[in-house]
C-alpha cells in the first residue's frame, strides 16, 4: 500500500511539472500580465509602443517612461524575473547601418534604467534591430512613432 501511495505521488508531482507554462511561476506570470506583457514566439513580451517610445533620432527615455520602466523593474526583482532580452527598433528612415546602431543605443538606453533600479547588467542582452521588424505602416508619421520603440522579452 505504501508503495502505491509513493508511486500515486510521484505521479501526480510529474503531472503537475509537464502542465507548468514554461519556467516562470504563477507569481512571475501575474506580474509579466499586470505590466500588459503577452506570450509572443520568444517568450513574455512587452512592446512598449504606448509607454516607451522614441522621438526622431534620438536614444532619450522621457521621465514619465523611465518611472514605467522603474516599477517593471522593481516588479521583477521583487519576483524574481531576470534574463531579459531588450530589443532596440527604428524606423525606416535613413542608413539600414545607422538604424541599427540608433536601435541598439535605444535598447542600452532602456537597460541603464532598469540597471539603475536594480537589475544586474549581466541579466540583460540588448540587441540593435533597427528597422527589421516593424509593428506599424512606416509610410505614415503615426506609424513612425510607433517603430522607434524598445521590446522588451522574458524568456518563458
Known sequence: MRVLIVFLCMLTLTACQLFQTGKL???QVAV???HGFYMSDEGWEFG???????EFDSDNIAPASQQTLA???HDFLDVGISGLTLEGHTDDYGDPVY????SERRANAVAEVMINNGMPRENIQ????GDAKPIADNS???GRIENRRV???VAN
Open 48 to 54: 512598449m509602443a504606448a509607454k516607451v517610445l522614441f
Open 126 to 129: 540588448v540587441r540593435g534591430i
Open 32 to 34: 509579466l500580465q499586470k
Open 99 to 102: 538604424n541599427v546602431e540608433l
Open 71 to 73: 516599477n517593471i523593474t
Open 25 to 27: 511561476n504563477s507569481e
Open 151 to 153: 521590446t522588451i522579452i
Open 140 to 142: 505614415t508619421l503615426s
